[in-house]
């Protein structure tokens, strides 16, 4: 019944559902997962890097975790050269906001305004829906540290903690039971670290195969985006047991 209504974006079928959006969330489904958790002092990106080869130059350049302005940072989970425009729309847009008034555009403001670029590509004829989630953390003088999750159809959310890509209905089941409202931004890496060990694919976590990144305010009160380099996620993952030393030397 589907092959009649699959073909373009614009077409619903008689159940209601768009079933090239549906098509493209499933693409993210096959993506290297990503987890965002809140904190009372800060909001934690964890993302699976996908290694496909060993002479890759994995340290040179960031798969998952993009920086949009002072105030936001995002992990992705889907097509990278979809997500690379979005980022791009996002950041511009951040800077207009900034340059016109003068003070860092609100989180949620730029989430909405970049999800609805992703709803006009699942409403025109001849456009595929961007095959891309992002998980996005920022902090606003508004609503304080914030954590939204967006998927291709153009919707987005608040989230206390969200996971998108690869086996994200395990990892959201495993969040559910462990996260805690009053958790510190230290408790949150080490839930994230031991929800992505319990859900990926391969058997040992490595500083090589995820990337971390927090946001979080200094003590003179302004925001930093920290992205955590391979020694330091060498260190968090045998401070936590994820890992084993002999894993890491092998």
């Not at 097509?79 to 425009?85: E, R, T």
């Not at 950041?91 to 006009?120: I, N």
């Not at 039971?177 to 694919?201: F, G, I, N």
Request: some cysteine; overall charge neutral; aromatic content about 8%.
């Amino acid at each position: 019944m589907s092959r009649r209504y699959d073909s373009r974006t614009t077409i619903f079928s008689p159940e209601g559902r768009l079933y090239q959006v549906e098509y493209a969330m499933e693409a993210i489904g096959n993506a290297g997962s990503a987890i965002g958790i809140l904190s009372k002092d800060g909001v934690v990106l964890i993302g699976e890097k996908k290694v496909t080869s060993k002479l890759l130059q994995t340290s040179t350049s960031s798969e998952k975790m993009y920086k949009i302005d002072d105030h936001v940072a995002c992990a992705v989970a889907g097509i990278m050269s979809d997500a690379n425009i979005l980022i791009n729309t996002a950041r511009v847009q951040a800077q207009r906001y900034t340059f016109m008034y003068q003070e860092p555009m609100p989180v949620e403001q730029l989430v909405q305004s970049l999800c609805d670029t992703k709803q006009g590509y699942t409403q025109f004829g001849g456009l595929r829906p961007f095959g891309v989630s992002f998980l996005f953390a920022g902090w606003d003088k508004n609503h304080g540290f914030q954590l939204y999750m967006s998927d291709p159809s153009g919707n987005y959310g608040g989230w206390k903690a969200a996971a998108v890509g690869a086996n994200n209905q395990a990892a959201q089941s495993i969040l559910k039971q462990d996260y805690k409202e009053d958790a510190t931004r230290e408790e949150a890496v080490e839930l994230a670290l031991k929800v992505l060990s319990k859900t990926m694919d391969s058997t040992s976590l490595t500083s090589e195969k995820l990337e971390l990144a927090e946001v979080f305010l200094t003590p003179s009160g302004s925001v930093k985006y920290h992205l955590h380099s391979p020694d330091s996620l060498t260190k968090l993952l045998l401070k936590h047991g994820v890992t084993q030393p002999a894993a890491e030397s092998s």
